[in-house]
C-alpha cells in the first residue's frame, strides 16, 4: 500500500505541475493555433459526455490500487509519467488552441462539470490527448485483470472516454490520433520486465523533462537547459551502464567531467555534505572483520582515524577521493549507484579486496553515501571468505 500511495502520489503531483502549466503559458502567448480539419466542423457538441470524459480522473486513481504486483505497478506509474511529461513538453512547444466556442449548457449536473472543466481544462492543451493516452494506459493495465463480461464494459466506457474528447470539444480528431500514438509510445518505451534495470535511467529523463518544462518553458531560463543535457547524459550513461562515464582517474574527475556533468557532481556532494551532517554521531565507518573496514567518502579529518598503510578500494564515481587517501594504496572500481553491478565488475573488486586483505593488510572498502555499494562488496567477501574457510576445514 505504500508503494501504491507514492506512485499514486507522484503522478498527480507531475501531473499537477506539468498540466496547468502548459495551460499557463499558452494563455500568456494567447495561442491562435487550430488544429481543426473540416471533418470537425460536422462533430456535434454532446454535452452528457462530459461524465465519461469526467471520469478519467478516477480511473487514473483507481489504477494503482487495481494492479496486483510491484512490476504491474511500476509499469503503469512509469508509463503515465512518461505519458504526462512528453505531452505537456508537446504543449510548450506546439500550442494550439480548440477551434470553436462550445455552446451553453443545460442541466445543472452536466453545467456543474463543464464549469468544473473549464477551472481546471483551458482550451488548450490540445495535441496529442492526454485523454486518450491515457485511456490505452488504462486498457493495458486494466485488461489482464478484467475478463468476460467486465472486460467487455470496460472497452466499451473507455471507447466513450476516448469519445467524449471531441463530442464535449475538447479535442479535435487529430488530438485524438495524436493521443493514440503517444499511448501506444509509452507502452512500447515501458515494457513489463525492464523497469528493475532501467529504474535510475527513467526518473533522470523525467527528471531532465520537468527542469525543460519548469526551467526553460516557464522561467526562461536557458542555463536550465545545461541541466537538462547533464540529466539525459547521466540517463544515457545508466542506459548503457557505463559505470566509467565520469572517468574519474587516481581519485580525481578530469576537466571534461565537470564540465559536462556539474549539475550532477554538486548534486552528489551536496548529498554526501547532508549525510555527514545527518551522520555526525555515528561513525564514518565500521569494521566488519579484523583488517576489513566499509563506509562512505571520507573527509580529511575522517580519514586520519583508518590505521596506518590501510589500502583503499573505491567504489564512487561521483565523488573525488579525500587527498589524505589518493596514496599508492588506493584503487578505484567504479560501480553505478542505485543499479545493480554487472558480475563482472564485482568478480574484479573482489579480487582485489582478497589480494589485499588475503595478504594481511588493512583495507578500506567505500562508495559515495556507504549505504549500498561497498556493504553489498563487503557482504559478498565474507560470505566468499566464509566459505574458502568451510572447505579449508573440511
Not at 488544429?35 to 471520469?55: E, K, N, R, T
Not at 505531452?87 to 470553436?100: D, K, N, S, T, Y
Not at 574484479?348 to 578500506?364: R, T
Request: aromatic residues 12%.
Amino acid at each position: 500500500m505504500r508503494h501504491r500511495l507514492l506512485h499514486l502520489a507522484l503522478n498527480w503531483a507531475v501531473f499537477s505541475l506539468c498540466y496547468p502549466l502548459a495551460n499557463l503559458l499558452a494563455h500568456r502567448q494567447q495561442t491562435a493555433r487550430s488544429l481543426a480539419v473540416a471533418l470537425d466542423g460536422a462533430v456535434p457538441f454532446v454535452p452528457w459526455m462530459v461524465l465519461p470524459y469526467a471520469s478519467s480522473g478516477l480511473l487514473f486513481t483507481l489504477l494503482f490500487f487495481a494492479v496486483r504486483t510491484h512490476e504491474q505497478l511500476r509499469v503503469a506509474s512509469r508509463r503515465l509519467l512518461l505519458a504526462t511529461c512528453l505531452a505537456c513538453l508537446v504543449f510548450v512547444m506546439m500550442p494550439a488552441r480548440f477551434g470553436f466556442e462550445r455552446p451553453a449548457v443545460d442541466g445543472w449536473l452536466t453545467a456543474a462539470l463543464f464549469s468544473w472543466l473549464d477551472l481546471v481544462d483551458q482550451p488548450y492543451n490540445q495535441f496529442p490527448s492526454l485523454h486518450v493516452a491515457y485511456c490505452v494506459i488504462f486498457w493495458l493495465t486494466f485488461k489482464p485483470l478484467c475478463g468476460g463480461a467486465l472486460g467487455i464494459a470496460l472497452a466499451g466506457w473507455l471507447l466513450l472516454v476516448g469519445a467524449s474528447t471531441v463530442f464535449t470539444w475538447q479535442h479535435h480528431l487529430l488530438d485524438v490520433g495524436g493521443g493514440l500514438l503517444l499511448g501506444l509510445l509509452v507502452a512500447w518505451l515501458v515494457r513489463p520486465g525492464t523497469t528493475r534495470r532501467h529504474g535510475v535511467t527513467f526518473y533522470y529523463a523525467i527528471g531532465a523533462a520537468l527542469l525543460a518544462l519548469v526551467g526553460v518553458g516557464a522561467l526562461g531560463n536557458w542555463l536550465a537547459a545545461y541541466g537538462v543535457a547533464c540529466l539525459l547524459l547521466v540517463a544515457a550513461a545508466y542506459h548503457a551502464r557505463r559505470a566509467d562515464f565520469l572517468r574519474k582517474q587516481a581519485g580525481r574527475h578530469p576537466l571534461r567531467a565537470w564540465l559536462l556533468f556539474w549539475p550532477y557532481l554538486a548534486g552528489y556532494r551536496l548529498t554526501w555534505m547532508l549525510v555527514r551532517w545527518r551522520e555526525r554521531r555515528k561513525p564514518a565507518f565500521t569494521q566488519q572483520v579484523p583488517g576489513l573496514w566499509v563506509g562512505r567518502r571520507l573527509s580529511r579529518v575522517e580519514a586520519a582515524l583508518l590505521p596506518p598503510g590501510c589500502a583503499v578500494i573505491d567504489l564512487s564515481a561521483e565523488l573525488p577521493e579525500s587527498i589524505a587517501l589518493r596514496g599508492a594504496g588506493y584503487r578505484h572500481f567504479p560501480l553505478l549507484d542505485l543499479q545493480a553491478p554487472q558480475p563482472g565488475q564485482l568478480r574484479q573488486v573482489l579480487a582485489a579486496v582478497a589480494d589485499v586483505h588475503g595478504a594481511g593488510k588493512p583495507v578500506y572498502i567505500h562508495c559515495a553515501m556507504g549505504y549500498s555499494r561497498s556493504r553489498l562488496v563487503a557482504r559478498l567477501y565474507l560470505r566468499k571468505l566464509q566459505t574458502c574457510r568451510s572447505r579449508s576445514i573440511s
